[in-house]
């Protein structure tokens, strides 16, 4: 247990504790080197999930450090935040873990020696606890999208011909991934944009700029004090990012630099293909995990059409007949007579078709 050296993350708020961070250092004050920080733009965005991940993931400690209480920079974030410390402390006790392994503190950006204070404090309290029950050298990481393609110049073009100064702002969400709207391609559409304005006699003044992700509020009020430079803002990210921005901005007007398509993954490098409809009650354990409703070109959920041949669509030999597939998969397990039982007509209410949807988690909610 001597040689133990524990494995510490710590989420920090970028106004507070991060900026403590940057004061301890600059004070050369030492702390253990064993704490990785994380750093957020509120205490309040990170999620019960990320703390759990982090202690599934190999963590031996886990600590948030926020705004000093009824300082938060987004008033309540630093509340939001201890709740789910307390979320994942009561977890953890259910699991047979140490919930003392996740902690919560608070302090300005000024407290440089408190930081490295706490640092030190939950070094020694993990390695009192010693390694975590879990703790494991390898991370791994899921990716699931939502897949856009850009729009063509030519829309772009159209939609800022009066603008004359503008901002682009990308998203290192799913867009980035699916390579459309990440930090390159903000660079190449701005760079695009500029040569074809010259071309017109019309040079125009172009600003680039990539947020986290455009579906946050806390992460879209960076934009705050500059978005009003602007005549207008593209924005390259999913359908839900310029509505967000929109809303966040009432008197900035909002063009979209990219067509949401659907919700997928890849399946070969620089391919991706749809895989959900996002129909609001899945039903994919039905059928071995796989989705009719998405990947039939008629979303038929009670069989096969008699269009299909040799595993095809009729619409397209490139198109997979997932029927094919499911009978295929039930075939091999020997479960064949399951596909006997007649699927209900869907309930599409939990879709698009019963109005705008929403989710509430009331653990996270103030």
């Known amino acids: 247990m001597d040689t133990f050296e524990p494995q510490i993350v710590a989420f920090c708020c970028k106004y507070c504790a991060y900026a403590a961070a940057d004061l301890a250092g600059s004070m050369r004050l030492s702390y253990p080197p064993n704490v990785k920080i994380v750093q957020l733009p509120c205490t309040g965005r990170v999620d019960i999930f990320h703390l759990l991940k982090a202690i599934e993931d190999g963590a031996d400690g886990v600590y948030v450090a926020g705004c000093l209480e009824w300082e938060c920079h987004f008033l309540k974030g630093n509340f939001r935040a201890r709740k789910k410390v307390e979320y994942v402390k009561k977890t953890l006790a259910e699991l047979g873990i140490e919930p003392e392994r996740v902690e919560m503190y608070n302090l300005s950006s000024a407290m440089g020696p408190r930081f490295a204070e706490i640092a030190r404090e939950m070094t020694d309290r993990i390695k009192e606890l010693g390694p975590s029950p879990v703790r494991t050298e390898t991370v791994q990481t899921r990716c699931y999208m939502i897949i856009g393609d850009r729009k063509s110049l030519a829309e772009i073009l159209d939609m800022i011909k009066d603008s004359r100064n503008i901002l682009i702002s990308g998203c290192k969400g799913c867009v980035t991934v699916c390579n459309v709207g990440g930090l390159k391609e903000v660079q190449v559409l701005a760079s695009s944009l500029k040569i074809a304005r010259k071309k017109e006699g019309k040079p125009i003044t172009i ?160």
């Open 207 to 366: 600003e680039e700029n990539l947020l986290e992700r455009q579906c946050d509020p806390e992460y879209i009020a960076e934009l705050s004090e500059i978005v009003h430079n602007y005549d207008a803002v593209i924005s390259m990210a999913c359908g839900v990012g310029p509505q967000f921005l929109s809303e966040a901005y009432p008197k900035q007007k909002f063009f979209p630099a990219i067509d949401t398509k659907f919700f997928g993954g890849a399946t070969a490098h620089g391919v991706w293909e749809e895989r959900c409809a996002g129909c609001g009650s899945c039903v994919i354990h039905q059928y071995d995990g796989l989705c009719p409703i998405s990947r039939c070109s008629k979303s038929l959920m009670n069989g096969p059409c008699g269009g299909s041949a040799s595993g095809l669509c009729e619409i397209s030999k490139d198109v997979v007949c997932i029927w094919d597939m499911i009978v295929k998969k039930k075939m091999e397990q020997g479960r064949l007579d399951d596909l006997l039982a007649v699927a209900p007509a869907k309930d599409w209410s939990t879709s698009r078709d019963g109005g705008p949807r929403k989710s509430i988690r009331e653990e996270l909610t103030q």
